[in-house]
């Protein structure tokens, strides 16, 4: 049963589903609960947490007793690019400018895909960066700068 | 003849040099998305809403239902020619598109693909034309709890009709309800699952889920198991449909027509089910059902004409009630509101030029897409070339931006990143992101109505069902509930998502 619980893909929808439902109640708690009258502001998602916290275990029981599919490989490498640049991009949109955050987007998010080639992925990185600034920044105002405060933008 | 002059109204205004522009746009940007694949319309749509902030509401709202529809056109493109629909409502196009293109009737299936369509968006802007006046009368007799209850219906339906285990549908629907409460809690003014996040006092910006989990939590999905794609049937030969063909298709095609346009008014219906349905159809009553997935020229048709006309029709119950249908509507709603316009009963009366407009423009566009669609079908071919390793990141570039110009605020895209994790992880387990994003957007307003109705009727719950309307559409909301649990109804439901 344990094996099954680590790849099977109804129980963790179900335990994914029991914990934001109970997090929501007892959040919430906090809140006020009025009555059906007059419904406080915890009211409407404590019934709602409640609910999917059935329909957690409900999942997870039926998981169970058929079983269910197994969750199958992350694609961890693609998960940790294409997350990372845009995590990157965050940090270094602002202070660094537009001009450093753009391309490592693109560079580091397309070293994610299993055809990756150095050359292409840099040239697109160049072509983005050009082509956003020139419409992003200077068309349509968006308030970003090229270069950040970094290297005195 | 009232409609006559409300269809007269919105072609003027549709047919203003700037709205024929942004409807051209709109086509030729759908257009390359239906035939991209990996690009859906939820996140392209999601991805251009913060660029047309800046325009007119009715020019935005043109140039985004012409990104939908048009999605549709170009997925069936990429459905025939390389058996790859770009677009999930193209799935079914695929099964008998691609093997007439095998056969060397290429051509012939996009021409039938094109004109089929481009039949189903004219009878189905009559359709809307017709239908949407007297809804939108009924809807304002609606009180609290009919709203509700409509709501209610509205949920129950996209659980049906997603595809999948129901019990996680549901769940789906409910925790895209509690997302949507995030925020300041508009009856007491406390901050409800904030976190103390000043950023968040606002809400969750639905732009930045859908971009999440239809964006970037795809992408990651995608990166999982990449092929080159290449062109099987490049050579696009010039067959024109001859007389028999046009035999063949002609009743197909009223029948996608109908079906479509019903389907697409239903809460929770759309492109997707309508072709899927259409198929199923004719395959029932066609006289050849053994040419089916053969190259049956009746199983291009019908589907191509059920999906253009769901995919409008499905803009009834957005504009007349506020309640979307399906995701892309639910951005629909988010891009009226940011343009200071409540969708709903009202918009038809106190916006007559920007309801008959995007009606009157929805025709427009079809018209374009099949003078744009035929001759150009060679660089949209070409177009699937590009390929997706150096596709994504681009994507993910406007994705950034867009998100960050919502609000200014990097913030968001953190958020953004989050909610790509979230909806990888929910892909992963296959739970349907679409009833979620639903969920989302009508939460607030789900809380409001129940709020309402339960103060006018001191607490007393039996108002939902004491009052007809409300009672009947709960009912069938349930009955809807029982039928798919039924084990024969059950097994049918698989099957016709099998072919998915």
Known sequence: MKLAFRSSKDLWSGLIFLVVGLAA??????????TSNRMGPAYFPTVLGSLLAVIGLFTMARALVIGSEAVGQLAWKGMA????????????????????????LVFVSAMGSSLFKPLPAALLAIGMTVFSSLIFVRGLGVPLRNIGAWFGG | MEILDNLALGMSTAMSFTNLAYCLLGVILGTAIGVLPGLGPTATIAMLLPATFGLPPVSALIMLSGIYYGAQYGGSTTAILVNLPGESSSVVTALDGYKMALKGQAGKALATAALASFFAGTVSTVVLALFAPPLAELALKFGPAE??????????????????SLLKAVGMVLFGLLLGLVGTDVNSGLPRYTFDIPEMADGINFVIVAMGVFGIGEIIRNLENESSRSLVASKVTGLWPNKQDFKDIAAPTVRGTLLGSALGILPGGGAMLASFAAYSLEKKVSKNAKQFGNGAIEGVAAPEAANNAGAQTSFIPMLTL???????MALMIGALIIQGIQPGPAIMTEQPVLFWGIIASMWIGNFFLVVLNLPLV???AKLITVPYQLLYPAILVFCAIGVFSLNNSIFDVYLMAGFGL??????????EPAPMLLGFIIGPMLEEYMRRALLLSRGDYTVFVTR???AVMLFVAVAALVVVLLPAVRNKRDEAFQED
């Open chain 2, 468 to 470: 007809p309307i409300s």
């Open chain 2, 147 to 164: 709203y509700f209850s409509l709501m209610v219906m509205g949920l129950v339906a996209s659980v049906v009709l997603a595809h999948g």
């Open chain 2, 322 to 328: 506020g309640i979307p249908s399906n995701p892309v």
């Open chain 2, 378 to 380: 060679g660089l949209w």
């Open chain 1, 81 to 104: 690019l294409v997350l990372g640049s845009v995590l990157l991009f965050a940090a270094l949109a602002q202070n660094a400018g537009l001009l450093v955050a753009l391309p490592l």
């Open chain 1, 25 to 34: 109640v007892i959040i919430g708690q906090d809140y006020g609960m009025g």
């Open chain 2, 422 to 431: 979230v909806g990888y992880i929910l892909l992963k387990l296959d739970c």
